[in-house]
């Protein structure tokens, strides 16, 4: 999951250019996983969403894995991170893009 919250803040401007594209992939993607057992969340996609959002922001854990993978993986100048905090927001604008 971190690892998905950093890229897709990354991606966020050509999200911002191709919103239409982005909701109706992530939705087909998100019912193509809801046939898999192992992935099912029971819930719809924007709800599985928001629960996503609460358990990083509940779980300071998410934190420093997420600045541990980025660190380790990340090429960007200093000034370029994105920081959890950013990430975090950038994935709450999404989650907007979702609601019913």
């Not at 894995?65 to 990430?87: L, Q, R, W």
Request: a negative charge.
């Amino acid at each position: 999951m971190i690892r998905h919250l950093h890229d897709l803040s990354a991606l966020s401007t050509i999200i911002d250019r191709e919103k239409e594209l982005f909701v109706s992939t992530t939705a087909l993607s998100f019912d193509v996983d809801q046939q898999s057992n192992r992935r099912n969340t029971q819930e719809g996609l924007h709800e599985s969403m928001r629960r996503a959002c609460s358990t990083l922001k509940s779980d300071h854990l998410y934190e420093q894995e997420y600045s541990h993978f980025v660190d380790a993986m990340s090429y960007a100048n200093e000034a370029d991170i994105i920081n959890f905090t950013a990430a975090l927001a950038n994935f709450e604008n999404l989650i907007a893009l979702f609601e019913p």
